[in-house]
């Protein structure tokens, strides 16, 4: 939902595109954001930017729009932040299969993207990437100081906590030295810090052990449009 007035209905799918309804009659279209070129897997608003959304894609970018225009204001490509990451192998590149297909390529596919009320900022987490992206929401309108904040571990979710940042982390897929369920990060001296107290609550709560993780599938499997008919065989 958009916060401003007349309230609207924001919507994403796998056809590239933001879609805002009327409320309550959903039916009603006001606009369509057209610019990503990949599916679209999250949307958020903030009461400080009523009428502006932020959208993350498969695309690796995150994008912020004019709500009942569906006009694109900015785009923020995740790719000359996070490359790094792929060069010095801290994230690897997936199998080109139906599973995770075209993934032998260095992709940043953005899983969720949160506003942060107290602070005028967004937060992001990337698929595979032990980080998440933070960035302030400023006069234009605009996004703005742009960071990339290091955690343990690949970062599966992210919500926000008041002022805080909790970032659920992945399960491991292999060696690690760490078995945390999650971190928590608080706003310090104008930067971000691990809320030391809070994150060991969260670690030190009880979970079902299990000797091994189902895979998660990749966003790239779901968002594919041809999810729903996969191939018969390989050579497809």
């Known amino acids: 939902m958009s916060y401003g007035s007349p309230s609207y209905v924001l919507t994403c799918d796998r056809d590239e595109k933001l879609r805002v309804s009327k409320y309550p009659n959903a039916y009603n279209i ?38 009942s225009s569906g006009q694109l204001v900015q785009t923020v490509d995740l790719q000359e932040l996070l490359e790094p990451y792929y060069t010095d192998g801290r994230v690897r590149m997936g199998v080109s299969n139906f599973e995770d297909r075209n993934a032998a390529t260095q992709r940043y596919g953005v899983l969720r993207v949160r506003s942060i009320e107290g602070q005028r900022m967004f937060v992001a987490a990337v698929e595979r990437f032990p980080v998440v992206v933070v960035l302030s929401f400023g006069e234009g309108p605009a996004l703005a100081n742009v960071r990339v904040v290091d955690v343990a571990r690949p970062v599966a979710d992210v919500a926000v906590l008041g ?28 930067d971000l810090a691990t809320d030391v107290t809070l994150s060991a609550a969260l670690n030190a709560l009880s979970t079902q052990q299990i000797e091994t993780a189902a895979p998660a599938p990749s966003i790239y499997v779901w968002g594919n449009k041809m999810y729903m008919d996969p191939p018969k065989d390989d050579e497809d």
């Open 163 to 190: 002022d805080r940042i909790v970032a659920a982390y992945a399960p491991p897929s292999g060696e690690t030295d760490s078995d945390d369920l999650a971190v928590v990060l608080e706003p310090t001296n104008g």
């Open 30 to 67: 006001q606009s369509f954001g057209l610019g990503h070129t990949e599916f679209v897997t999250t949307i958020a608003t903030a009461q400080f930017a009523p009428n502006n959304a932020v959208t993350g894609s498969g695309d690796g970018t995150l994008r912020l729009w004019d709500i």
